[in-house]
């Protein structure tokens, strides 16, 4: 072990700060083709998005100088205070947050907003990972994991009551990091077994989806029954259960749909699913992105050449479908390179935090690649028409200060623990 230098640069993963200068570089000349109406006004023009979006990565140069100056235990020290201060700030949203497309998500600063449940995923990974790096954390003990989730589910529920459930799924995702780090594997069974069982109910209806699915039970059974690995004369009050909770899940997922999903939701469902078409109502912006997309071609048209993106027919696309101004003006190429930079990224993060010597740090690690492969498997799904819209921004790449500072703040905290890895104190 070596004690650390005063030269706080010293092994940074110089790797993973190209990629946030790449994506960030990209996602500013989306922004900035997806939002110029007059080519002849100056980039440094604060008062169009692109130059608030400019604006916002300088100050993200400080927050990243800020972050690699301060020891690195110093975020394991206070995770539990930066947990507790971003919580509190999600319960000030229904007193003093201002209402943004019917979601309570925003404290409005003047003449900006911060949105603060892009900082609270950090803080409630930071929690995460202090808790499991206690000595005799082992998440096969129900009470560990009641604690692990505890930590997860507190930060969703708020933030699905503003109502923003989009945001609040990215917390039941980093049950891969829980089971990463020893959670039994029937948690993910039951999860991946859960939203199949939904899915299939809301696009088949009750009466076919028990139909479908007891009689795959009932083949599974007789499989097992046939292999003598399964006694019914002694197993019989749980395979009684089984059917009962099933039955009742499946019961329930229209109620679920009908009166704890709002509208909007339920119309995004409706056309994801094929049920219902609607490309001049709630599935415009989804229509409209697809073909902004399919019209770029093989190579796009060019950049500022867009006339889709010029004429301003995709709503938000600065913002939630960013990725539509990449297909039109950069083509199949150029998505295709997006795509694989991401990807390279979020594999370098994984990379990275495999080698972490703490385990606070690798389940940080861990926590932050699910992160960002959530947000842009999302995101990008739902601009090309295979998810429900969300509002899930493409990290680096949607227009949004809150956004990007929180993905800035996730990623410099890791590179510095990753630097401090080797380093006594």
Do not use: C
């Not at 190209?18 to 000349?29: D, E, K, N």
């Not at 319960?91 to 925003?106: K, Q, R, Y």
């Not at 907003?113 to 990974?125: D, V």
Request: aromatic residues 16%.
């Amino acid at each position: 072990m070596r004690k650390r230098q005063n030269n706080i640069f010293v092994g940074i993963d110089w790797i993973l700060v190209l990629f946030f200068i790449i994506l960030t570089f990209l996602g500013w000349i989306n922004i900035y083709a997806a939002s110029v109406t007059d080519a002849s006004q100056g980039v440094l023009d604060f008062s169009t998005l692109y130059g608030k979006q400019l604006q916002w990565i300088g100050f993200s140069t400080i927050i990243i100088v800020i972050i690699i100056a301060i020891d690195s235990k110093f975020y394991e020290r206070f995770s539990g205070v930066f947990y507790i201060i971003s919580m509190l700030s999600l319960v000030g949203l229904f007193i003093f947050g201002s209402t943004v497309n019917g979601a309570t998500s925003w404290y409005n600063l003047g003449g900006s907003s911060l949105q603060p449940s892009e900082f609270a995923k950090g803080a409630t990974i930071l929690a995460l990972a202090n808790y499991l790096n206690e000595p005799n954390r082992d998440l096969s003990n129900i009470k560990d994991q009641f604690s692990a989730f505890s930590i997860l589910l507190l930060p969703a529920v708020l933030i699905t009551l503003q109502p923003d459930a989009g945001s609040a799924l990215i917390y039941f995702a980093l049950i891969f990091v829980l089971y990463r780090e020893g959670l039994p594997a029937i948690y993910l069974g039951l999860g991946f077994s859960a939203i199949a069982l939904f899915l299939l109910t809301l696009y088949a209806g009750f009466t076919s989806s028990i139909i479908i699915v007891f009689s795959l039970i009932t083949l599974f059974f007789v499989y097992l029954l046939n292999t003598k690995k399964f006694q019914l004369n002694r197993e019989w009050p749980k395979v009684i259960v089984l059917y009962v909770f099933i039955g009742l899940f499946l019961f329930s997922v229209d109620y679920v749909f009908n009166n704890v999903f709002e509208q909007r939701h339920r119309d995004r469902f409706s056309i994801v699913l094929g049920k219902n078409v609607d490309t001049k109502g709630i599935g415009y912006n989804t229509n409209q992105s697809m073909l902004t997309i399919g019209s770029g071609g093989l190579t796009g048209k060019g950049f500022l050449e867009g006339d889709r993106t010029q004429g301003n027919f995709v709503p938000e696309q600065d913002t939630d479908y960013i990725f539509s101004t990449v297909g039109e003006e950069w083509g199949f190429i150029g998505s295709s390179a997006v795509i694989i930079i991401f990807i390279a990224f979020i594999l370098r993060i994984i990379r990275v935090a495999e080698r972490q010597k703490s385990k606070f740090s690798r389940v940080f690690g861990y926590s932050i690649a699910t992160i960002f492969f959530f947000h842009f498997m999302i995101n990008i799904g739902m601009v090309i028409g295979l998810l429900p819209t969300i509002g899930i921004p493409l990290p680096f790449f949607s227009y949004g200060g809150s956004s990007l500072w929180g993905f800035t703040i996730l990623l410099f905290i890791f590179i510095r623990l990753d630097a401090d890895r080797t380093y006594e104190w």
